[in-house]
């Protein structure tokens, strides 16, 4: 098929690559100029495992190009995808879709033929009928502009591989055509068994929120067990194997630590708690409330360890090396990451901090300028008299714990993310400590 991504960010730009891999010719819209060279040179602004390599083959081949030119992609493609931002909204609580409806004014007025929209950002239940009647108010086509939802369910770091190997496809409609449009676009994976869901569009709206939302519970329930074993003196990985193995339960995403951050849960968990009570479902307002106050907490519960961990020593003239910037490993986002909000607590409390991180050093450093970086990582500990794990890259986790003990200061490493074996590390003369596990 012919398709259009509007929106290059971290949504489009893997969607984009993606669907040229599938065999499709794709055009990419984007609103910034600077963004659009990169790409069009097979350039990747952002980092996702196998991103740059699948964008440098299709921009290459020609299967894949990019424009600022709205017009040219309504044009070129007969499906348009809309993969732009809906960040958190000023009032703390609902989507700003108005980047959604932005693309659409722009889009539809040059739709003169049956075509597809197919929503791919998140959004807040009731916003496809309301896409609808504006598209097909605006359009020359009219109602021969059918406009679809479906919700991404990407993990980043692993954007490239959710988008080609999906564990499900769900897709809200309301015609045939649409439907046709849709099992077109997506044939490849639904030959390779991928599962597609076709409901109504308030179904498949709900549906995104339900799923991130319910992820949030899960971190912060096993971050909620994880202060208990720290005050009870259990070990909150042997508990969380326990639970895992529950078919009921599963390990997935119940890593105790600083809590879940990036573009996604956050915002989706306050939206999802805002449209609870817009519609009268009080119980489950307060539910999700209640996991939000767990997450937001978590950077506290942290800093309380660090305190212990340091003993007589303050945090305040202390020299702290903390591993990580980005929200989670795999990536190179820092939005709403807890490492950076962990490292500015660090610095309020007296601290002079260097950060480490395989990949986000230079986005890290665009919005959080305050801190020193590197992205050496031996280096990164000469001097210091603490290390703070806050982000779970493999690269620490492999890390020689013998060959790094004699650059800091004070081989003191406070794990928040109880992502280490501590057995080496204690061997090789590091005194560690992790988030609801005993210090031995």
Same mark, same amino acid.
């Given at each position: ?67 600022? /030119? ?301 801190? /020193? ?68």
């Amino acid at each position: 098929m012919r398709v259009s991504v509007i929106g290059c960010g971290h949504l489009g730009i893997p969607h984009a690559a993606a669907m040229a891999d599938l065999g499709h010719e794709v055009i990419g819209v984007d609103v910034d100029e600077a963004k659009v060279a990169r790409l069009a040179a097979g350039e990747c602004p952002i980092y996702e495992i196998g991103l740059p390599e699948l964008l440098a083959r299709h921009t290459a081949s020609g299967r894949l190009r990019f424009t600022t /030119d709205i017009r040219e992609a309504a044009d070129f493609a007969e499906l348009h995808f809309i993969g732009v931002g809906t960040p958190i909204d000023a009032d703390g609580r609902s989507y700003d879709t108005r980047h959604v409806y932005g693309a659409v004014r722009q889009l539809a007025p040059h739709l003169d033929r049956p075509c597809t929209i197919v929503g791919k950002s998140t959004v807040t239940v009731g916003t496809t009928r309301q896409v609808t009647a504006l598209a097909q108010r605006l359009a020359p086509a009219g109602d021969q502009v059918d406009v679809v939802w479906n919700p991404e369910f990407l993990r980043e770091g692993h954007a490239v591989q959710d988008t080609l190997r999906p564990d499900r496809l769900i897709v809200g409609l309301t015609t045939t055509e649409a439907e046709k449009a849709i099992r077109t676009v997506y044939a490849p994976i639904l030959e390779a068994g991928v599962p597609l869901f076709v409901t109504d569009p308030q179904t498949a709206e709900l549906a995104k929120g339900a799923a991130n939302t319910f992820l949030g519970l899960k971190i912060s329930y096993i971050n909620a067990v994880a202060d208990m074993c720290e005050a009870a003196g259990g070990d909150i990985s042997q508990i969380v194997e326990i639970l895992g193995i529950d078919p009921r339960i599963g390990s997935g995403g119940m890593q105790p630590g600083i809590g879940y951050g990036g573009g996604c849960l956050p915002k989706d968990v306050r939206a999802f708690t805002a449209s609870a009570r817009q519609l009268g479902a009080e119980q489950a307002a307060e539910l999700l409330r209640a996991a939000e106050k767990i997450n937001e907490a978590r950077t506290g519960v942290a800093m309380s360890l660090i305190t212990r961990a340091l003993g007589d020593r303050p945090v305040k003239g202390a020299r702290v090396t903390v591993w990580g910037a980005a929200f989670k490993p795999g990536t190179n986002d820092v939005r709403e990451s807890p490492a950076l909000a962990l490292a500015q607590d660090l610095q309020q409390a007296g601290g002079t901090v260097t950060i480490h991180d395989p990949q986000a050093v230079a986005t890290a450093m665009t919005r959080n300028p305050q801190f /020193d970086y590197t992205d050496d990582l031996p280096a990164s500990l000469d001097g210091a008299d603490l290390v703070v794990l806050a982000t779970e890259w493999p690269e620490y986790q492999q890390a020689n714990p013998t060959a790094l003990v004699e650059r800091p200061a004070s081989p003191l490493l406070v794990d928040c993310r109880t992502t280490l074996d501590p057995a080496p590390w204690r061997a090789a003369g590091w005194t560690v400590h992790q988030l609801g596990r005993p210090g031995k």
